[in-house]
């Protein structure tokens, strides 16, 4: 992971400042992907440092990538975090020389892929910004922490970083309920981005990424789906800050595949379509 990065402060039109990370993975390329990238921590932790990884994974495999260090719970319960995200997204679209051509893409992993599946669903209600596809890994997304997969790591409703990081997340229960918020549950998932959904055979997170990857393909939209042989440690293991992860390869692999694809089909269907 070789991309280089610079630090940058946004400055919001309401709520306090918020801190990108910019990585220029194909400087010399006006039509390289963008990625605007959300980091993990259970909506409680994290920080661009801690999105590295994954974050120069995408600048590696050609994407320009722009980080945000959202603000997080409890301090910033939802949609705080969800809204800081949004106007990074919209500085992005409008501050990019040469964003009429480069393709825009959301990624995130764990509570961050929470995040990018939430906000390819604002985009896609609000007309815009117009959005290729979007990369979760992990995605943190079932509140009830009651998967199969998240009760065979032994993670559960009580004493579990996921569940904590939800509760401190939503504040209450009632707000589970709503589609930005926990995007699992969301009734209309139709004319969504192309989506690619990785996670791993000892991922806690491994049933929600699937069931959302299956009822988004249900609903008319591309996914590419993968699953990354045990043990890769995820989700923690996406913060890493080791140099090389044994899976470092195959995620840029899928990323750079990925962004020509999601290319592709936005060039045989034409414009973006409008929200059914």
Request: with cysteine; proline share 9%.
């Amino acid at each position: 992971m070789t991309a280089l990065w610079t630090e940058q402060t946004l400055e919001r039109p309401c709520g306090g400042p918020v801190g990108v990370r910019v990585y220029k993975g194909a400087p010399q390329d006006k039509l390289a992907p963008l990625v605007l990238h959300l980091h993990g921590g259970a909506f409680t932790e994290g920080s661009v440092a801690n999105g590295q990884a994954i974050a120069s994974l995408l600048a590696d495999a050609g994407a320009n990538v722009v980080s945000v260090d959202y603000p997080r719970a409890p301090e910033s319960r939802f949609p705080g975090a969800l809204e800081a995200s949004l106007d990074a997204l919209r500085w992005t679209y409008k501050t990019c020389p040469a964003i009429k051509q480069a393709r825009l893409f959301l990624a995130g992993e764990e509570a961050g892929g929470n995040l990018a599946a939430a906000l390819a669903l604002m985009a896609r209600d609000q007309h815009s910004p117009p959005v290729t596809g979007q990369i979760l890994l992990s995605p943190m997304l079932d509140p009830c922490v009651g998967t199969h997969s998240a009760r065979e790591a032994e993670a559960g409703p009580v004493g579990c970083k996921w569940a904590d990081g939800w509760h401190d997340y939503l504040g209450s229960a009632d707000k589970a309920s709503h589609p930005y918020a926990a995007p699992l549950g969301a009734s209309r998932l139709m004319g969504l981005p192309p989506a690619l959904v990785i996670t791993a055979e000892d991922d806690p997170l491994r049933d929600e990424s699937l069931s959302y990857a299956k009822r988004l393909s249900e609903c008319g939209v591309f996914v590419r789906q993968e699953i990354l042989p045990a043990p890769t440690g995820w989700p923690e293991a996406l913060q890493a800050t080791e140099a090389d992860p044994a899976w470092a390869g195959r995620l840029k692999n899928c990323f750079s595949e990925f962004f020509q694809t999601a290319g592709a089909l936005l060039k045989a269907s034409g414009p973006h379509p409008s929200v059914p």
